[in-house]
């Protein structure tokens, strides 16, 4: 079974500081990588996909994330955060087998907290 | 569309109630799932469904039960609660993208069993 792992538990980034959360996944075979952001007692709102084509991959409210494959890696950045980012982040893998690729695995989330 | 729904908001419940969570969805998506999200351990699959009349389990499903009568809808039956179930229950609907899926996901119900 493939398995998620995000390394940073809490990220706390002053204004304007440029941000990365690091995502690994294990599975050897084709993927499927999303990043979804929690902010406090919300659901989840997908913040960008990658399914395949260009590994630099750019997402809503200016995240981007880039699909290193023989890193097995999927991190996420922005170059300037803002306190409305503070939400808690989450990576997500699904192996893509071409009948269908249903089951999520999501990594533990990584808190972020940004300082004004 | 009001996307992925789920009733209720909140639910207080005691050792050995049952009740069902319900989630609908109005994009005619043929996957649903349900996942259930416990502080530090980022979300984890209970079951889903591929359409309906088809379902399977995910990586935590003792305790639940699923059927999927119909496109729109597929509730979560909890048979007999227990104070290790409680957390947040999200659903998600999803649709074929030719080369992926992704989903969408409900706003959450907040279960508490005492």
Redo the contacts between chains.
Sequence with gaps: AQS?SQHN?HVILSEAASLELGCNYSYGGTV?L?W?VQYPG?????LL?Y??GDPLVKGIKGFEAEFIKSKFSFNLRKPSVQWSDTAEY?C?V?P?SGA??????????TKLSVIP | NAGVTQTPKFQVLKTGQSMTLQCAQDMNHEYMSWYRQDPGMGLRLIHYSVGAGITDQGEVPNGYNVSRSTTEDFPLRLLSAAPSQTSVYFCASSYSEGVGETQYFGPGTRLLVL
């Design positions: 998620v538990h499927n999303f979804y919300q659901h989840l709102q997908l996909k399914f395949s989450f997500a699904t893509y269908g690729s249903y089951q999520l695995t999501f990594g533990k989330g």
